[in-house]
């Protein structure tokens, strides 16, 4: 008996570990209308899946957590209270990276130039280095399992 309570305590141990590693891109996805494992696969490129990432860039600029979210967004997003150090919370992280997408696909459609769009903003094109990673992690990732 005290065997099964040990292997139920475990069991819920692991399944909400599980849960909370998910860090909410099918939350995101589903309130932004956003695929959530294109979500997924953004931060595997962007990160790693590694929620305290940071990147400097050559402009100066950096990228903060999962999604890598740009700090040109910061005085956007402190307009709706959003401070860099809540993008180090991977499930507030996601969700930016979420909203910044859709402003991507509002403005370009579902295209490739949206995607590139999350990783260059107003510089995006229809054909670059990013959009062949994002797609050939996708496929890695999830097409594979369609077979």
Not at 38 to 56: C, D, R, T
Request: aromatic share 14%.
């Amino acid at each position: 008996m005290l065997r099964l309570i040990f292997l139920s305590l475990l069991l819920i141990f692991v399944s909400s570990f599980a849960e909370n590693k998910n860090y909410c891109f099918e939350e995101a996805g589903e309130r932004y209308g956003i695929n959530p494992y294109l979500l997924y696969v953004i931060a595997k490129v962007e990160s790693n899946l590694n929620p305290k990432a940071i990147h400097k860039n050559k402009d100066g600029s950096y990228d903060i957590g999962l999604m890598q979210i740009n700090s040109n967004w910061l005085p956007v997003l402190e307009r709706f209270s959003i401070k860099k150090d809540d993008l180090f919370n991977p499930c507030q992280n996601v969700f930016v990276g979420a909203w910044v997408l859709r402003q991507c696909v509002d403005k370009f459609g579902i295209t490739w130039k949206s995607i590139d769009c999350y990783n260059k903003g107003r510089k995006a094109k229809s054909e670059s280095k990013y959009i062949w990673k994002i797609y050939t992690e996708y496929n890695k990732l999830f097409a594979e399992g369609r077979k």
